[in-house]
């Protein structure tokens, strides 16, 4: 499928989801189940992120997984034999979220051969963009924006400052060296609340070195640009071809990056403490589980232990 880019409301057509890690932060539920297809309450969180890429107007989603892990595409696939047997007897509800997936986006599978690092991973889609996209978005999985809608208010920044958006998260200083860190300045646009230009970028320093609390929140809006750079770039932390380092080398060359500071909720999927937190968060909005949660957990904890 190849819609022209102006049926795209941001102008952005693909999104990139980085799905080639091994879980091993979530063993041993991820020795056999790819991390991307833990349920989020019922929905696997690569269907939470694809209903976050088709909020924002996409309609590819570049899935990079490593050879083991096709179950993750396998998700977009239909299932004629289930869908037939649901609609016999007469499952509508169960139907529609068994065809939910299929029908959000174009699910692209493209293989990661080799953990390589998170540049080399984003770097092989290029090869799947169309002549027209001068735009890409990249969402990792691990993390959960919520409320959804930041990359919106990212492409609503593009449109005014240009070059390339992030998200970002202020958090406290000690936990600085997990993440990719921003020195920022700060910008006067009102129409965008939270919006700082990027001056400098840094993957996972040491808390010493780190130049603010801002960190990288797992979702930029990256002009086809940074291609260029992260076929430039060596093995930078953890010794391997790191996004920050491309970004970095985009912002050195003057190409213009902003954040926008993420004012809510943001959970790592990746790690059992982030995931049971994002399940409580979305089990508790739940019409179906809300109300019964709230009132087990609230009777839960005025118990001792
Ligand atoms: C990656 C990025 C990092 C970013 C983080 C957000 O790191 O390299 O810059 O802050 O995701 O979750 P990882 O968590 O893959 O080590």
Redesign the pocket.
């Known amino acids: 499928m190849n819609l022209p880019i102006a049926d795209h409301k941001w102008s952005v057509k693909t999104v990139v989801v980085p799905a080639a890690g091994m879980g091993t932060r979530f063993l041993p539920a991820t020795k056999t189940v790819p991390k991307e297809l833990l349920p989020v309450v019922d929905t696997p969180g690569i269907e939470v992120i694809a209903s976050e890429a088709a909020a924002l107007g996409a309609s590819k989603m570049i899935i990079v997984t490593a050879p083991k892990k096709q179950g993750v595409l396998a998700h977009f696939d239909p299932y004629p034999e289930l869908e037939a047997l649901l609609e016999e007897r007469g499952k509508s509800a169960q139907l529609e979220k068994v065809r939910r997936a299929p029908n959000l986006i174009e699910a692209i599978p493209v293989t990661q051969e080799r953990p390589l690092g998170?540049g080399h991973a984003v770097s092989l889609a290029e090869a799947e963009l169309h002549d027209d996209e001068d735009v890409v978005a990249v969402m990792?999985p691990?993390?959960l924006v919520l409320p959804q809608g930041v990359m919106e208010t990212m492409a609503k920044a593009r449109e005014s400052v240009g070059g390339s958006v992030l998200c970002a998260c202020e958090v406290p200083r000690e936990e600085v060296s997990?993440?990719?860190v921003f020195e920022v300045e700060p910008v006067d646009d009102p129409a965008t609340p939270g919006l700082k230009k990027v001056i400098g970028m840094v993957?996972k320093p040491a808390v010493e070195d780190a130049p603010s609390n801002y960190?990288?929140?797992?979702r930029y809006l990256l002009d086809r640009e940074i291609f260029d750079a992260l076929r430039k770039i060596t093995p930078g932390a953890g010794g391997e071809l790191?996004?920050?380092d491309a970004i970095a080398m985009l912002i050195d060359k003057g190409h213009p990056v902003h954040i926008v500071v993420h004012d809510g909720a943001r959970h790592?999927l990746g790690n059992p403490g982030g995931y049971i937190r994002a399940c409580v968060d979305f089990a508790l909005r739940d019409p179906q589980y809300g109300p019964g949660l709230r009132r087990y957990l609230t009777a839960r904890l005025s118990q001792e232990d």
Do not use: F, I, K, M
Request: charge should be negative; proline fraction near 0%; hydrophobic fraction near 30%.
């Open positions: 998170l990792l691990d993390d997990n993440y990719g993957e960190v990288a929140t797992g790191q996004l920050t790592d």
